[in-house]
């Protein structure tokens, strides 16, 4: 059994095409600034759900995905349910839908490595380059992401990089350009992806009783995420926010 949070049905944010997104329960990380922190716990409010029945649901919208849209699965982190979604991603390439799976890339097994290698696309968050601001930012070091990304690499496994721009915590004009440096030769890097920080789950924090810490931070103006892009696309093609 899957835990299942909650699914978007035409979404257009997590992937190529229109998409059936699969937010799951459980993450490894700790982000200052997460939307969902109802999804964070490993049990939650989730729903345990039969692989079949999502199974069921992309197929019924299958017609709506096109050439590009598929099956997403989101969170939380879909890692740390690998083993139970192994059999449901064999099932969803039996029946031709592409899949994609939004990683912070910091668990590693034999299942995550299964699972990714079924996977159609990665969007892989890294969240921080610098590996000390990493950790004030996710609670959690950035080693093993940095690792799943050469992983991917090495594989020839597409995928797009993600980065969430939040003032004094991951705009730092250095730390992008030492992960442009890193980055800059891989060729499975199809879209670099700017997130512009948001303050949408703040009131999940509230109703669950939680401090939201970011609070005195302020959204992104137009002129940061233009710096940011323009210092991306020193390094990369394909440079968005998202």
């Known amino acids: 059994m899957i835990r299942v949070h909650s699914y ?40 345990e759900t039969a692989p079949e029945e999502i199974l069921r649901m992309a ?28 059999p449901l991603l064999k099932m969803l390439k039996e029946a031709g839908i592409h899949i994609c799976i939004d990683s912070n ?48 690499e090495e594989h020839h496994k597409p995928f797009w990089l993600r980065y969430v721009l939040v003032k004094d915590y991951s705009f730092f004009e250095e730390d992008i350009k030492a992960m442009g440096e890193h980055f800059k030769d891989y060729k499975q890097i199809e879209r670099v992806e700017i997130l512009p920080y948001h303050t949408l789950g703040v009131h999940k ?8 810490k970011l609070k005195d931070v302020q959204p992104n103006t137009p002129e940061q995420l233009e710096k940011a892009k323009l210092l991306f696309e020193k390094y990369f093609k394909n440079v968005f926010v998202n």
């Open 105 to 152: 890339g910091g668990i590693w097994n034999k299942d995550v490595e299964e699972m990714l290698s079924l996977a159609d696309l990665v969007l892989l968050d890294v969240k921080e380059f610098n590996n000390e601001r990493h950790k004030a930012l996710t609670a959690r070091s950035n080693e093993q992401t940095l690792k799943t990304a050469a992983w991917l």
């Open 205 to 212: 924090y509230e109703s669950m009783n939680m401090e939201y």
């Open 8 to 47: 978007e049905s035409l979404g257009t944010y997590d992937g190529p095409g229109i998409r059936l997104v699969v937010f799951l329960q459980g993450c490894n990380f700790r982000c200052l600034y997460c939307a969902n922190p109802d999804t964070i716990d490993g049990k939650g409010e989730s729903k």
């Open 59 to 86: 197929v019924s919208q299958k017609p709506f995905f096109g050439k590009k849209g598929g099956v997403t699965f989101s969170g939380g982190e879909p890692t740390f349910q690998a083993k139970a979604l192994i």
